[in-house]
C-alpha cells in the first residue's frame, strides 16, 4: 500500500471524513490543473467508490474531503489538500517540496553538564537545519572567581576563560575528596573515549577538564549561553511551540524565545539550599553548603558540624578529619557503606592510580577495548542486586554489614547505630572510603 493510500485509509477508518465520488472533486482538480501538470507526470487517485459520495454524518458539505496527487520532480514528492464546500470552508495543504528539503528546527538546551554538551556535539552532526542554543545559569560569582581565576593567574585570554566554565555538577561541586564512585572508564562519553585517565575513580577536577575538553574540540562553546537562567516553558498549543523565558544573570534582565524542542538536562541535584533549621541563620560562622564550598575558609584547628551523610557528606568527612580540631557528624538516617563500584575490590581512601604501563597499553585500540568491555561488564551486571529480597540484595546485605562493622571495630557502639534497617540499593549506597575509620577515630 503506498503512502497516500495509506493516509486515505487511516482517514476512512477514523471516521471523521468521507471522500467525494470519483467524478466530482477529482475531476474538478484535474480540470483546474488542466495542461500545466501533464509534463510532470500527474496521477490522480480516484478515492473510493461512488456509493461514499456523500459525508459519513449525512452532510456533504459539513467536512473536508481529502484529495492528493503524485508529482513527478527530482524527488517524488506529493501533496495533500483538504477540500471543502460549504460556506466558511478552510483548506490545508501540504508544502510541495522535495522530501529531503530541511527545515529550520530551533533547539533550546537547558543545562551545559554533560548531557548539555553531548547534546551539542551531537544534535548538529544528526539533524540539518539546526538552531541551537544551551542555557547555563552559572552564577556572577563562581563565574566571576573562576574567571579571576584563569584569567589573572593564567595569562588566558578573557574569551579562554568563559570556555572554561561548562561542566555541570563537576563544575559546580569542587569540595575536599570530590570525586566519582563510577569507575571512570565506564563513566565517559562512547563517541569520545578517554584512555589517559589518571585513576580508576576520577576526581572532580579531571572529569570536569575531560568533558570540557570534549566541549571544545567538538566547539559546543558556541551554542552555549552562558549565566542565561531558564525561568519557565510554557507550551502554546496553537503554534506548536515552547515559549521559553530566559533571563540574562549578567544584565539581570528577562527575554523571551519561541522553541520548537527543549531538552531538559539540567540534572537532578541541580538547586541546593542549606537546610531550614530554626537559628541557623544567627550562626555567626562560616556556613555553606557542600555544591558551594567555600574554599577560602581554612579549616585547620577549627571545630566543624557537618551535616548530611549522602554521597558528598561520606567523602567529605574523611577528608577534613585529618586537619580541623574537632569534626561532628550529623545523620539523619543511616546509610549502606559498600565495598565498591568497580573491580578493585574493597575500596580505598588513597588514589587507585592507574599504572603508566597499562595507560600505555590503550594506545592498542583492540587492548583498549576489551578493557573496557571487562569494566564494564563487572559494572552493568550488578543491576539483579536492586531487587529487594533476590539473591543478590541478600548477598550484598550480608557483605556490607560485615564489611562495616569490621571498620569500626574500635568502637562497638557504633555497631547497632550505623546498619540500615532497609536492604541494600533502596538508597543509594556509596563506597565511602576512609569514613567509617574516621569515626572510628574521632577526635
Not at 72 to 101: C, K, M, R, S, V
Not at 110 to 117: K, N
Request: proline share 6%; net charge neutral.
Amino acid at each position: 500500500m503506498g503512502f497516500p493510500a495509506l493516509v486515505h485509509y487511516l482517514l476512512l477508518i477514523k471516521g471523521d471524513y468521507g471522500p467525494k465520488s470519483k467524478g466530482e472533486d477529482i475531476a474538478t482538480e484535474a480540470q483546474t490543473q488542466g495542461d500545466s501538470t501533464r509534463g510532470n507526470n500527474t496521477v490522480a487517485h480516484d478515492g473510493s467508490s461512488s456509493s461514499q459520495s456523500t459525508d459519513r454524518l449525512g452532510d456533504s458539505h459539513s467536512h473536508f474531503h481529502p484529495q492528493w496527487k503524485w508529482k513527478w520532480n527530482w524527488n517524488w514528492t506529493w501533496y495533500w489538500t483538504y477540500g471543502g464546500t460549504g460556506a466558511g470552508a478552510t483548506a490545508f495543504q501540504l508544502e510541495e517540496h522535495p522530501i529531503d528539503q530541511v527545515r529550520p528546527i530551533k533547539v533550546g538546551v537547558i543545562g551545559a553538564g554533560l548531557s548539555g554538551i553531548t547534546a551539542g556535539v551531537l544534535l548538529p552532526a544528526k539533524l540539518p537545519g539546526l538552531d541551537l542554543r544551551i542555557y547555563d545559569k552559572n552564577s556572577d560569582v563562581v563565574c566571576s572567581l573562576l574567571k579571576y581565576y584563569l584569567f589573572m593567574r593564567t595569562s588566558k585570554k578573557e574569551d579562554e576563560a568563559d570556555k572554561c566554565m561548562q561542566g555541570g555538577t563537576w563544575f559546580e561541586n569542587t569540595y575536599p575528596g570530590v570525586r566519582c564512585d563510577i569507575p571512570a572508564h565506564v563513566y565517559q562519553s562512547n563517541f569520545e573515549p578517554n584512555t589517559r585517565w589518571t585513576e580508576e575513580f576520577a576526581q572532580g577536577a579531571e572529569i570536569r577538564d575531560y568533558w570540557q575538553g570534549i566541549a571544545r574540540k567538538y566547539d559546543v562553546y558556541k551554542y552555549i549561553r552562558a549565566q542565561h537562567k531558564v525561568e519557565r516553558a510554557e507550551w502554546v498549543p496553537n503554534k506548536g511551540k515552547w515559549k521559553v523565558t530566559v533571563r540574562d544573570l549578567k544584565k539581570d534582565e528577562e527575554y523571551e524565545e519561541e522553541l520548537d524542542v527543549v531538552l531538559n538536562a539540567i540534572g537532578h541535584f541541580n538547586a541546593w539550599k542549606l537546610p531550614a533549621y530554626p537559628g541557623i541563620h544567627d550562626f555567626k560562622g562560616p556556613l555553606f553548603h557542600s555544591s558551594n564550598w567555600d574554599h577560602s575558609v581554612d579549616l585547620k584547628g577549627k571545630r566543624v558540624a557537618l551535616i548530611g551523610n549522602g554521597a558528598s557528606g561520606l567523602q567529605v568527612l574523611p577528608s577534613i578529619q585529618p586537619i580541623a580540631a574537632h569534626v561532628d557528624h550529623y545523620a539523619r538516617n543511616r546509610t549502606w557503606i559498600a565495598d565498591s563500584f568497580g573491580t578493585v575490590g574493597v575500596r580505598r581512601l588513597e588514589p587507585n592510580l592507574i599504572p603508566p604501563e597499562t595507560i600505555d597499553s590503550f594506545n592498542d585500540a583492540d587492548t583498549y577495548l576489551a578493557y573496557r568491555k571487562k569494566i564494564e561488564s563487572g559494572y552493568f551486571s550488578r543491576f539483579g542486586a536492586i531487587f529487594r529480597g533476590s539473591e543478590e540484595n541478600t548477598g550484598l546485605r550480608e557483605k556490607w554489614s560485615e564489611l562495616m562493622l569490621r571498620r569500626v571495630t574500635g568502637k562497638p557502639e557504633l555497631a547497632e547505630k550505623i546498619i540500615p534497617d532497609f536492604p541494600p540499593n533502596c538508597r543509594r549506597p556509596t563506597p565511602g572510603p576512609g569514613y567509617l575509620y574516621h569515626h572510628e577515630r574521632r577526635r
